[in-house]
């Protein structure tokens, strides 16, 4: 069953319960149980989180997802409360640290798609649809739908694939209220975001999000957005100029890494147990360039 490849001893700190080591972030409860999220270097792929890590990606996808979070600070709450690493930590942990407020989550990925491609292009190609909802003929990979479409997700633990589901089985598992709240969220930022990328030079194909509330809280309160948001790990982001629909597009994400697996020289069957071999030192130089430029096409400065 996939998973790790090697995985890593979580890091002891004074003061702080190690909680969980999910694909990419460390979760830690401080003394007064506010949450600590570190981003660490790991990528994941086709279920396997790999040996071989992407120098700084942590440092960029926290950076991206502050930034994003004080684009979107008007139309919903979010968790963040901190930046500082608490007492203690290591060094590495500037830069890549979030101090959360605890949240009750709501156990659904809440995907936007504007485009058809990935899992949906694979419903959309046998049944004209994207998790239940009907599309007009005519579309191919890469074509931008007639209007983004809220298409949620069930939650995965580590080695295991998130599945799509219809609305109205999110809305048996959660009430109709709460999914009510979910997909007017979803809609409203991934449109703001889907502007602001687009002024950019960038296409927000579809993105996902994590939603909770304050713990006690009942059906129908605010939802408060959680997690990252919009960095090429959650994120489909293309380049603009060379956007074609029915062909692959110039991906900033960890698609250059999915391509090398599956290519020749990887020499790696995806349909084994085994997992999949250490990344080469130009397949990790590329797809650290593509979070960078993502990064400074996004929010105009360099990386640095």
């Not at 998973?3 to 460390?26: A, C, Q, W, Y």
């Not at 991206?64 to 600070?73: G, N, P, R, T, V």
């Not at 579309?139 to 998130?162: C, M, N, Q, R």
């Not at 909770?212 to 293309?238: C, H, K, Y």
């Amino acid at each position: 069953m996939p998973g790790f490849v090697d995985k890593p001893e979580p890091i002891r700190v004074p003061g702080l319960t190690h909680l969980h080591t999910g694909k990419v972030r460390d979760l830690y409860r401080t003394e007064s149980g506010d949450l600590v999220m570190v981003a660490s270097d790991r990528v994941s792929a086709f279920d396997w989180v790999l040996a071989t890590p992407i120098p700084e990606k942590g440092k960029i996808l926290t950076r991206l997802s502050l930034w994003w979070f004080d684009q979107l600070a008007d139309l919903t709450a979010h968790h963040v409360i901190g930046t500082e690493p608490p007492s203690g930590a290591p060094d590495d942990w500037a830069g890549r640290t979030m101090i959360c407020r605890p949240l009750s989550m709501i156990p659904v990925e809440a995907v936007a798609r504007g485009y058809l491609t990935g899992s949906g292009l694979v419903e959309y190609e046998r049944d004209r649809t994207v998790c239940g909802l009907a599309l007009p003929e005519g579309l191919v990979d890469g074509s931008e739908l007639p209007g983004p479409i809220f298409t949620p997700a069930t939650k995965a633990a580590v080695g295991d694939h998130d599945e799509n589901v219809s609305y109205e089985e999110v809305a048996r598992q959660v009430g109709s209220e709460t999914a009510t709240q979910l997909r007017q969220a979803t809609l409203s930022l991934y449109g703001r975001a889907r502007d602001i990328a687009r002024e950019r030079g960038i296409v927000l194909a579809d993105t996902k999000f994590e939603f909770g509330r304050v713990p006690g809280a009942a059906a129908g309160d605010p939802l408060i957005l959680a997690d990252e948001v919009l960095t090429p790990d959650s994120s489909r982001f293309w380049r603009a100029d060379e956007w074609r629909p029915g062909r692959p597009q110039k991906p900033y994400d960890k698609q250059y890494i999915r391509d090398w697996l599956t290519s020749g020289a990887a020499r790696w069957d995806r349909a084994s147990d085994t997992p999949p071999p250490p990344l080469p030192t130009d397949v990790v130089a590329q797809t650290r360039a593509r979070y960078e430029e993502a990064y400074r096409l996004l929010t105009g400065t360099d990386w640095s």
